[in-house]
């Protein structure tokens, strides 16, 4: 049965001469130099993990779909996390099974033959003259070391469980009889702990990233004059992250001034004031797709006001109590608990709140001022294997080779009337990436300072 072609609503028709005319005379491109993608062989490893853990049952694991932008544009292409962390593939519609047998299958599309059809020249979305070349069975089965099969010989009929809600065909087709919610769970909680080649590419991530901030700092001059300045050093640092991976791993965080009260501000749409603080939190994410998330929070002028360093230092000191919790066999909410306290001191010190820490820790009212909580896992996603257990994750224990972030902050709203004047409108975070190691953890963002007196040398030395 043949597709339907996406040819769009300006196609031009075509002729049965012309058809004809391009079956012929193409010249053999086929890739004898095909070699297997460095995640090959772990990839292989977490399938037979995965295989092991559901013994004696079908998995589908779908790569996901193309997403419409606007009309006939689409989205540039993500793969699912689980899909991309199990077969290191990254085209749409293809999805990988894994048989009762615990071999393993890859259903993919491959690329359509020159003399079969007119999708590689007619087809608007997956057509090779408009999306690019695929790679045919035998490249993909060489590429990602697993056999492969064209995905319209896929077959959902029978027991399995699926990864549910990234290809609305699959769904469809895929009669619901397994616990899908527990796959689903496991699919995330497989990545929490990072094996020897993922932490290769996070280390890569936060280098790129690292030297993203240098960037932004270099093009400050430029875009403390441009009526959007925010999103002049968004572009800055997307160039740093399509230069050396894939894009960026979330959209970026550009917030001047009070921008910076705002945790997810992305408009990134305001001018920037030599006398405010800056909160730039930004990753590149690689080629194969894990990415760095790191935050600064610096002075656009190059030092810090006498307010801006006594905030910015309490935070600092929050951060620093935190990672001081970080190693194995720690509860994973220790080290929010350990920053807050912090956080608790110090607003009770400079009169904002009453009470001892103790009590200030069991109401809460600290939460006003810091609002959200201090660090995440991380690796495929921003925020990694949120489909875990809490009991695995939030409530559980950390152990060597979890990687995750730290990242207290603090957030004076500017219409906040409890706080003094010269406070309000100030936001402040510092997070870093660190993996755990067998007595304590690691800083992978430690190429980026710290305290407030490095920032500053680091500043003058990029100017």
């Not at 608990?337 to 010190?349: F, Q, S, T």
Request: aromatic share 8%; glycine share 8%; hydrophobic share 40%.
């Amino acid at each position: 049965m043949t597709e339907p072609l996406n040819i769009g609503s300006h196609d031009l028709p075509v002729t049965d001469e012309l058809a004809a005319f391009m079956r012929t005379g193409w010249a053999d491109t086929r890739r004898l130099d095909v070699t297997a993608l460095p995640i090959a062989p772990w990839a292989a490893k977490r399938r037979a993990a995965l295989a092991a853990r559901f013994p004696g049952e079908r998995l589908v694991i779908p790569a996901g779909t193309l997403k419409v932008r606007s009309n006939d544009a689409d989205y540039r292409f993500r793969p699912h996390s689980a899909y991309s962390y199990l077969t290191g593939a990254s085209e749409p519609d293809d999805v990988l099974v894994v048989e009762p047998s615990g071999e393993s299958v890859l259903y993919v599309r491959p690329r359509s033959p020159r003399e079969e059809g007119q999708e590689f020249y007619r087809d608007r979305r997956y057509g090779e003259f408009w999306a690019g070349r695929r790679p045919d069975l035998t490249e993909a089965a060489e590429l990602y070391q697993v056999e492969c099969r064209h995905i319209r010989d896929l077959d959902l009929k029978g027991p399995a469980r699926v990864l549910r809600g990234v290809d609305a065909s699959v769904d469809a087709r895929a009669p619901r009889d397994g616990d899908d919610a527990e796959f689903e769970s496991f699919l995330s909680e497989m990545r929490l702990v990072k094996d020897e080649w993922e932490l290769g590419e996070l280390r890569s991530a936060v280098d790129a990233t690292v030297r993203g901030f240098e960037d932004v700092v270099r093009a400050l001059p430029r875009a403390l004059g441009h009526p959007r300045g925010e999103r002049y050093l968004e572009g800055v640092f997307g160039l740093r992250s399509r230069l050396e991976g894939n894009t960026v791993g979330y959209e970026s965080i550009v917030a001047s001034g009070a921008h910076a009260c705002v945790l997810h501000w992305i408009r990134n749409d305001g001018a920037l004031s030599a006398g405010d603080l800056l909160l730039l939190d930004a990753g590149v994410e690689s080629d194969t797709l894990y990415t760095a998330d790191v935050t600064r929070t610096f002075p656009l002028s190059g030092r810090f006001s006498a307010v801006q360093r006594q905030a910015y230092e309490l935070v600092y000191e929050a951060q620093t109590a935190a990672i001081a919790t970080l190693r194995p066999g720690a509860r994973f909410r220790d080290f929010h608990l350990a920053a807050m306290r912090v956080i608790c001191d110090g607003l009770r010190d400079w009169g904002l709140l009453k009470g001892s820490s103790d009590e200030l820790m069991e109401t809460g009212l600290y939460r006003r001022y810091t609002l959200c909580s201090s660090g995440h896992m991380l690796g495929l996603d921003v925020h990694d294997c949120a489909r875990s257990r809490a009991e695995v994750y939030l409530d559980g224990v950390l152990e060597q080779g979890h990687v995750l972030t730290v990242e207290p902050g603090l957030y004076f709203q500017p219409d906040d009337l409890t706080l003094p004047e010269e406070l309000r409108g100030m936001g402040i975070r510092i997070e870093d990436d660190l993996v755990v190691t067998a007595d304590g953890a690691a800083m992978m963002s430690g190429g980026l300072p710290r305290r407030a007196d490095e920032i500053e040398s680091w500043m003058d030395a990029l100017s």
